[in-house]
């Protein structure tokens, strides 16, 4: 590789960097604008340092994309039949996205963006020393996606927990060809439930073990699964010998409970208030792309602002809220807060324009039905 000094340290020509990388020059440019590092001009050529250079190269190498991955489970799995990566993919490909984001990736730190990689707003980078780990937690989902229910429940009992805990499993498929049709979805619940958070046979389980994992289910899983879950132990109890002595006991747990609908406490809502109004914390979380590339992120961000502010129902929301008049098209909005592009010449008029309309709104409220409604 061709390297030139320039006052002491080595750069190479961004042309050069892109052919590297196979990726076009204003892509490249764009790449080192967004993630700041710096472009040179030299005698009227544009250099990057070698050091950055090589750590684009580096990184490269040691991360792979999300799409890579997708591609790599469908081939080792012939369960996964729904090709994620077609034209008629595409939309289930995004919600994948917007699911692993909501998931904050399983714990697995990302990258949304490579110097040596096409920008992709649903593409993002994982090391591939993490590989594996992240395939093992997306696998069943690209499995389970378009199947009936017969089918979901075949996949979720090759799990390695039914392997070994085959008494278990005999119960729950005894349990399914027992049940009405009606039943399937909860007794797949269940069957999920189970590999997740069952660590031996049911019939191990002594009389605190079993009724702190009754409580476990019920916070856990619907009505119907848990009642599901009642039949299976009658099963167990029923086949097999168990170190339990409580028979049929788990009807005092299951039952609608309702939900708690008290002010919240003051912590609680200044830690609302942080999360959704700070930037510091929006830039540490990546929420500004990631609401970007994901309706149901932006929705809920958006919605929480709005009941930390005037605590506005959905609806007051929807049909009350005045929209701003955009001058621009939306695709040219969601590019601009995608690159960072926050100029004020481009957002100052907007939040003028919503803040005179609000304005006007709450004061109209307030006429009509003499209610002082509190904006923070």
């Not at 961004?14 to 040179?40: C, E, H």
């Not at 799409?67 to 799995?77: A, H, L, Q, R, V």
């Not at 429940?153 to 119960?171: M, Y």
């Not at 009658?234 to 339990?244: G, L, M, P, V, W």
Request: glycine residues 4%; proline residues 2%; contains cysteine.
């Amino acid at each position: 590789m061709e390297f030139k000094i320039i006052d002491g340290t080595e750069y190479i020509s961004i042309n050069r960097a892109a052919d590297y990388f196979d990726v076009a020059t204003p892509t490249l440019k764009q790449n080192m604008m967004m993630m700041g590092i710096s472009v040179i001009k030299h005698k009227k050529v544009d250099y990057m340092c070698k050091d950055d250079f090589e750590e684009a190269y580096r990184l490269g190498k040691s991360m792979v994309g999300l799409k890579d991955i997708i591609t790599e489970c469908m081939s080792e799995n012939d369960d996964i039949t729904f090709d994620y990566l077609s034209r008629v993919g595409q939309s289930k490909y995004q919600e994948l996205h917007s699911f692993f984001a909501g998931l904050n990736y399983f714990g697995i730190k990302v990258k949304y963006r490579l110097i040596s990689k096409s920008y992709n707003p649903i593409v993002f980078f994982i090391n591939r020393d993490d590989k594996e780990q992240f395939k093992s937690n997306i696998v069943l989902k690209l499995k389970l996606y378009n199947k009936t229910k017969e089918e979901k429940l075949r996949i979720l009992l090759e799990d390695d927990f039914f392997s070994i805990n085959r008494k278990t499993k005999t119960a729950l498929i005894k349990l399914a060809k027992d049940s009405p049709a009606n039943m399937q979805s909860s007794i797949n619940e269940l069957a999920n439930f189970l590999r997740l958070t069952c660590n031996k046979e049911i019939s191990q389980f002594n009389d605190d073990e079993i009724t702190t994992y009754m409580e476990l289910a019920t916070d856990n899983i619907t009505k119907n699964g848990n009642i599901q879950f009642t039949k299976l132990i009658s099963i167990i109890k029923e086949n097999e010998e168990c170190s339990f002595s409580i028979h049929n006991q788990f009807d005092k747990h299951v039952g609608v409970t309702k939900r708690e609908n008290h002010a919240y406490e003051d912590s609680v809502y200044l830690k609302l208030a942080y999360m959704v109004f700070n930037e510091e914390h929006w830039i540490e979380n990546d929420m500004l792309l990631k609401a970007s590339n994901s309706k149901p992120i932006a929705t809920t961000w958006l919605y929480h602002a709005m009941h930390y502010g005037c605590a506005w129902r959905k609806s007051d929301i929807v049909q009350n809220i005045p929209h701003i008049t955009l001058n621009i098209e939306p695709e040219e909005i969601i590019r601009k807060v995608k690159e960072h592009d926050y100029n004020d010449t481009t957002w100052i008029p907007y939040v003028d324009e919503l803040v005179v309309r609000v304005g006007f709104e709450i004061r109209s409220l307030i006429k009509q039905k003499g209610t002082i409604i509190h904006c923070i």
